[in-house]
């Protein structure tokens, strides 16, 4: 959790440039971060922010007509930016393991969940059937599945959301990964699994130093289970620094909007607060900050010209010109006059 | 717009929704799962109600049961004076069409027609009723598209080329279209992030003020919820288990699961501040075995609580004024939750 890249590092991202639309844009724009192991790093933004691609790109696995225009990923100090095919399979499942969203549709549905987790022993661990079988088994009851012999034996239909997700974890753990990418994987499911899933990643964490990479739109998801967090807005880094510190000290006009639509989880009725107006399209021709549009704070310089992160401690680092400028964090972000003030704001943008 | 506390509805003046004893049962034969089982819930004008509950637990049913979807195998649905549940044929057509009741649909991807624009979906349900030309049904479509803040620019739009807020209020629009006086809303903002969350959920405490509309949110997000419900109403495994005032259950819920719910919802503040943790409230494996019965407690094998009495499902009692809960151990279980262990 220092400034300076750690000796253990697991993932690396230097510069990282995505380009999609067969290149026609750039929706990923100069993404530095890195995750060491046994750390737990948080992406946050909203939808459309960059968050996934920049976690396909990690993982090589791009959809089509996306590239890495631009820039380096290093795994465990490896570059692999160029890794073929191949080289990229060798890594997936051993190096690294990833879990989305739909555990659901990344399930055969007519095959049990045993078969598909003991196939990924099978191949890449080329354990023989029996082994393969029996270790399943075992990283089933890893995962916190009661009767895992009874959950290897059944089709994803059979087990509930939640259970799916656990399987899914398993699998991706079966070959003892360095590093987990975890891509919205608790935000389908109820408050009380999500729980659980959020106690599960700590827990593996923690006995087998995994390197979490936990991409949420929720910030406070992020700030149960994470180490650091690191914000996206329109492709680029707005904001990264240690959980507790971004959240309660945030500089960044976006994170601190950000914070004040996030879940309080004190159960008081109060006003709901949006952020308002739009993010820009992917290829907007913007020079300045990118947020400067939606920011109660935007002055001229923010327009002006390309915005860069600053440090603002060893640990914490914020794209924005007033980033230090002591008025900034007297915003008055949760009055009524503020709120006034967003919803004319608001109404005016649509 | 949200902060004011709407009146506590008068318990003299009738319901304008009262679901009583319903039962459901979906599938047949040895497919056959009971769904719902005796839910009474009432439903006063004014008043936003949220319906919390895992995933299986019947929201979703109970929603569409409400609307006619599904009739209940047992138990009535009166509607401001009409037994909607009992309607056939040329009757429950005429109900339907009256637009009185709206559901939402869960993940509004699905549930609008991709080839349609958004006018021809908003008005489609009011040509089918028929009653009105071309013209008063566009005037209509655009007074719903302005009540849930979109402007006249998307009509011509397909789902597929708005954002997932967008269409979410595109929802909204179709079921105010037909003038409703109760609207149900099924997760409608479980696919949506944060800011948009809050801006439907405020859209919807608008509607309620602007037009004195009960609205019931189903959700499974209980923080946000918080924020503008006058209730709350707990499924669990088809059964209501807790239904009383925000204000009250969420300060100090009788039943262990709404305080498991409340325990596990994420919050930017952590966990350091609250008075129970799920840790409190999850059964460990030092806890005696559950009361092992057809009969027992829904929530018997979860609960950490369940004695020797759970072994028969508890009534909903009233525990206080306009509040109840099924828990035979409602008056003891707090106490000695917060004496268990904080951490595991």
Same mark, same amino acid.
């Given at each position: 959790?220092?400034?300076?890249?750690?000796?253990?590092?697991?993932?690396?991202?230097?510069?990282?440039?995505?380009?999609?639309?067969?290149?026609?844009?750039?929706?990923?724009?100069?993404?530095?971060?890195?995750?060491?192991?046994?750390?737990?790093?948080?992406?946050?933004?909203?939808?459309?922010?960059?968050?996934?691609?920049?976690?396909?790109?990690?993982?090589?696995?791009?959809?089509?007509?996306?590239?890495?225009?631009?820039?380096?990923?290093?795994?465990?100090?490896?570059?692999?930016?160029?890794?073929?095919?191949?080289?990229?399979?060798?890594?997936?499942?051993?190096?690294?393991?990833?879990?989305?969203?739909?555990?659901?549709?990344?399930?055969?549905?007519?095959?049990?969940?045993?078969?598909?987790?003991?196939?990924?022993?099978?191949?890449?661990?080329?354990?023989?059937?029996?082994?393969?079988?029996?270790?399943?088994?075992?990283?089933?009851?890893?995962?916190?599945?009661?009767?895992?012999?009874?959950?290897?034996?059944?089709?994803?239909?059979?087990?509930?959301?939640?259970?799916?997700?656990?399987?899914?974890?398993?699998?991706?753990?079966?070959?003892?990964?360095?590093?987990?990418?975890?891509?919205?994987?608790?935000?389908?499911?109820?408050?009380?699994?999500?729980?659980?899933?959020?106690?599960?990643?700590?827990?593996?964490?923690?006995?087998?130093?995994?390197?979490?990479?936990?991409?949420?739109?929720?910030?406070?998801?992020?700030?149960?289970?994470?180490?650091?967090?690191?914000?996206?807005?329109?492709?680029?880094?707005?904001?990264?620094?240690?959980?507790?510190?971004?959240?309660?000290?945030?500089?960044?006009?976006?994170?601190?909007?950000?914070?004040?639509?996030?879940?309080?989880?004190?159960?008081?009725?109060?006003?709901?607060?949006?952020?308002?107006?739009?993010?820009?399209?992917?290829?907007?021709?913007?020079?300045?900050?990118?947020?400067?549009?939606?920011?109660?704070?935007?002055?001229?310089?923010?327009?002006?010209?390309?915005?860069?992160?600053?440090?603002?401690?060893?640990?914490?680092?914020?794209?924005?010109?007033?980033?230090?400028?002591?008025?900034?964090?007297?915003?008055?972000?949760?009055?009524?006059?503020?709120?006034?003030?967003?919803?004319?704001?608001?109404?005016?943008?649509? | 717009?949200?902060?004011?506390?709407?009146?506590?509805?008068?318990?003299?003046?009738?319901?304008?929704?009262?679901?009583?004893?319903?039962?459901?049962?979906?599938?047949?034969?040895?497919?056959?799962?009971?769904?719902?089982?005796?839910?009474?819930? /009432?439903?006063? @004008? %004014?008043? #936003?109600? $949220?319906?919390?509950?895992?995933?299986? *637990?019947?929201?979703?049913? &109970? +929603?569409?049961?409400?609307?006619?979807?599904?009739?209940?195998?047992?138990?009535?649905?009166?509607?401001?004076?009409?037994?909607?549940?009992?309607?056939?044929?040329?009757?429950?057509?005429?109900?339907?069409?009256?637009?009185?009741?709206?559901?939402?649909?869960?993940?509004?991807?699905?549930?609008?027609?991709?080839?349609?624009?958004?006018?021809?979906?908003?008005?489609?349900?009011?040509?089918?009723?028929?009653?009105?030309?071309?013209?008063?049904?566009?005037?209509?479509?655009?007074?719903?598209?302005?009540?849930?803040?979109?402007?006249?620019?998307?009509? /011509?739009?397909? @789902? %597929?080329? #708005?954002? $997932?807020?967008?269409?979410?209020?595109? *929802?909204?629009?179709?079921? &105010? +279209?037909?003038?409703?006086?109760?609207?149900?809303?099924?997760?409608?903002?479980?696919?949506?992030?944060?800011?948009?969350?809050?801006?439907?959920?405020?859209?919807?405490?608008?509607?309620?003020?602007?037009?004195?509309?009960?609205?019931?949110?189903?959700?499974?997000?209980?923080?946000?919820?918080?924020?503008?419900?006058?209730?709350?109403?707990?499924?669990?495994?088809?059964?209501?288990?807790?239904?009383?005032?925000?204000?009250?259950?969420?300060?100090?819920?009788?039943?262990?699961?709404?305080?498991?719910?409340?325990?596990?919802?994420?919050?930017?503040?952590?966990?350091?501040?609250?008075?129970?943790?799920?840790?409190?409230?999850?059964?460990?494996?030092?806890?005696?075995?559950?009361?092992?019965?057809?009969?027992?407690?829904?929530?018997?094998?979860?609960?950490?609580?369940?004695?020797?009495?759970?072994?028969?499902?508890?009534?909903?009692?009233?525990?206080?004024?306009?509040?109840?809960?099924?828990?035979?151990?409602?008056?003891?279980?707090?106490?000695?939750?917060?004496?268990?262990?904080?951490?595991?």
């Amino acid at each position: 959790m220092t400034g300076k890249p750690p000796r253990d590092e697991v993932l690396g991202l230097a510069d990282l440039h995505v380009t999609v639309h067969e290149g026609a844009a750039t929706a990923v724009r100069g993404v530095s971060l890195s995750v060491a192991a046994g750390e737990i790093v948080g992406l946050v933004g909203e939808s459309g922010s960059g968050k996934t691609l920049t976690c396909r790109a990690a993982l090589g696995v791009l959809p089509p007509g996306c590239a890495v225009g631009q820039g380096t990923i290093s795994f465990e100090r490896q570059d692999v930016t160029d890794l073929s095919r191949r080289g990229w399979e060798r890594l997936h499942g051993t190096g690294m393991g990833a879990v989305f969203q739909d555990p659901a549709s990344y399930l055969n549905p007519n095959l049990t969940v045993g078969s598909q987790l003991a196939e990924v022993l099978r191949v890449k661990q080329r354990l023989p059937r029996r082994e393969a079988r029996r270790r399943g088994i075992d990283l089933l009851a890893a995962v916190g599945l009661h009767r895992p012999d009874w959950v290897f034996h059944q089709i994803p239909g059979e087990l509930s959301g939640g259970m799916l997700q656990r399987v899914m974890i398993a699998i991706a753990i079966s070959c003892e990964p360095r590093l987990l990418i975890a891509d919205e994987a608790t935000t389908a499911l109820d408050v009380t699994i999500q729980a659980e899933i959020i106690e599960l990643l700590r827990d593996l964490r923690d006995q087998r130093g995994l390197a979490v990479l936990f991409v949420s739109h929720d910030l406070a998801v992020i700030r149960e289970l994470c180490d650091r967090v690191i914000v996206f807005y329109a492709g680029e880094i707005v904001e990264s620094g240690p959980v507790g510190e971004i959240i309660e000290r945030p500089r960044h006009p976006y994170t601190q909007a950000l914070l004040r639509v996030a879940s309080v989880g004190d159960f008081r009725r109060r006003e709901l607060q949006v952020i308002p107006g739009q993010p820009p399209q992917v290829g907007a021709g913007i020079t300045g900050c990118r947020f400067a549009g939606r920011c109660p704070a935007a002055i001229e310089a923010c327009r002006s010209g390309p915005v860069s992160l600053v440090p603002l401690s060893h640990v914490h680092q914020a794209r924005c010109v007033r980033a230090t400028d002591p008025e900034l964090t007297a915003v008055p972000v949760t009055t009524a006059a503020a709120t006034a003030e967003a919803e004319a704001a608001e109404l005016a943008a649509r | 717009m949200t902060a004011q506390v709407t009146e506590p509805p008068a318990t003299a003046a009738p319901p304008l929704l009262a679901v009583a004893g319903v039962d459901v049962v979906l599938g047949h034969g040895w497919r056959a799962t009971q769904v719902l089982t005796g839910v009474d819930l /009432d439903i006063w @004008p %004014g008043e #936003i109600v $949220g319906l919390v509950g895992e995933t299986g *637990s019947g929201k979703t049913t &109970l +929603a569409r049961t409400i609307v006619g979807l599904i009739r209940p195998r047992q138990g009535r649905i009166v509607f401001a004076g009409t037994e909607i549940s009992g309607l056939r044929g040329g009757a429950r057509r005429r109900e339907r069409r009256s637009g009185h009741v709206q559901l939402v649909f869960q993940d509004p991807l699905r549930s609008l027609d991709p080839d349609l624009t958004v006018a021809e979906i908003v008005g489609e349900g009011l040509a089918i009723r028929g009653g009105l030309d071309a013209r008063q049904i566009s005037e209509k479509v655009d007074d719903a598209l302005a009540k849930v803040g979109l402007e006249a620019a998307l009509r /011509d739009r397909v @789902p %597929g080329q #708005i954002s $997932g807020g967008q269409r979410q209020r595109v *929802s909204i629009a179709r079921a &105010l +279209a037909a003038g409703p006086r109760l609207l149900l809303c099924d997760e409608p903002v479980s696919a949506l992030d944060a800011s948009n969350r809050n801006y439907i959920l405020r859209l919807l405490a608008g509607l309620r003020d602007s037009l004195n509309l009960p609205i019931v949110i189903i959700s499974h997000d209980l923080s946000s919820l918080a924020g503008i419900a006058d209730r709350v109403v707990v499924l669990y495994r088809g059964r209501i288990v807790e239904d009383g005032p925000v204000s009250q259950v969420f300060s100090a819920p009788r039943h262990p699961y709404t305080a498991l719910l409340m325990a596990s919802a994420p919050s930017v503040r952590g966990q350091g501040d609250r008075p129970l943790t799920v840790h409190h409230l999850r059964r460990t494996a030092a806890d005696p075995p559950p009361p092992d019965s057809g009969t027992a407690c829904v929530f018997a094998d979860r609960c950490p609580f369940a004695i020797a009495a759970c072994a028969t499902q508890p009534p909903l009692t009233t525990v206080a004024d306009r509040w109840t809960a099924a828990c035979h151990r409602h008056q003891e279980w707090g106490e000695l939750a917060s004496k268990r262990p904080r951490h595991p």
